[in-house]
């Protein structure tokens, strides 16, 4: 069975930092992009992020671009995303997504929550 | 401002049949292909339609999606109040080289 488990979400204050992980079983980790979307309270789906299976090639969203890093250890099937000087507006849950093919996300995460206020 | 244009609402009636469009241009739904999510209160989305018009694997073929020129159009027949979602059409953008969304559609069934 596919799992995705994300985890690493807080509290964190305007400009501080957070590393969220996502946790892949039950699939080859190794032979999927992978991505992560975010949802603010009340709002829509917002795709953030999206790596290869290599991790060679990242893509960003331009609201979040030079401010958070994606990446993956395929030897732990693992998914990251290293999130630095935080904004209210990424006040958001967070999900990793696996991609089924070319930028349709069959499995995801429960979500993590991260809210950065003072 | 979404990429992706969907109307906010939709509703009909139970056992009636609801389509819910999603409009782009040729940087994305024009030349990609598209996907629809649904998503229930509180839940992660989940995958109903692929490359445009196809359902994985345990989708019913109540769910069905069609692609004309740089609009999509999500079709769900035989409606019943566990249908009531929020409806999320994605696809990728070559112009912003970028994953995109439309702004939800919330389904109400009556």
């Known amino acids: 069975e596919v799992q995705l488990v994300e985890s690493g979400g807080g509290l964190v204050k305007p400009g501080g930092s957070l590393r969220l992980s996502c946790a892949a079983s039950g699939f080859t980790f190794n032979s999927h992009s992978m991505n992560w979307v975010r949802q603010a309270p009340g709002k829509g789906l917002e795709w953030v992020s999206s790596l290869d299976s290599s991790g060679s090639n990242k893509y960003y969203a331009d609201s979040v671009k030079g401010r958070f890093t994606i990446s993956r250890d395929n030897a732990k099937n693992s998914l990251y995303l290293q999130m630095n000087s935080l904004r209210a507006e990424d006040t958001a849950v967070y999900f990793c997504a696996r991609e089924l093919l070319s930028e349709e996300f069959d499995y995801w995460g429960q979500g993590t929550l991260v809210t950065v206020s003072s | 401002q979404s990429v992706l244009t969907q109307p906010p609402s939709v509703s009909a009636a139970p056992g009636q049949k609801v389509t819910i469009s999603c409009s782009g241009s040729?940087?994305?739904?024009?030349?990609?292909?598209v996907s629809w999510y649904q998503q229930l209160p509180g839940t992660a989305p989940k995958l109903l339609i692929y490359e445009n018009n196809k359902r994985p694997s345990g989708i019913p073929d109540r769910f069905s999606g069609s692609k004309s020129g740089t609009s999509v159009t999500l079709g769900i027949t035989g409606l019943q109040t566990g249908d009531e979602a929020d409806y999320y059409c994605g696809t990728w953008d070559t112009s912003l080289n970028a994953g995109v969304f439309g702004g939800g559609t919330k389904l109400t069934v009556l």
């Open positions: 040729s940087s994305n739904i024009g030349n990609n292909y």
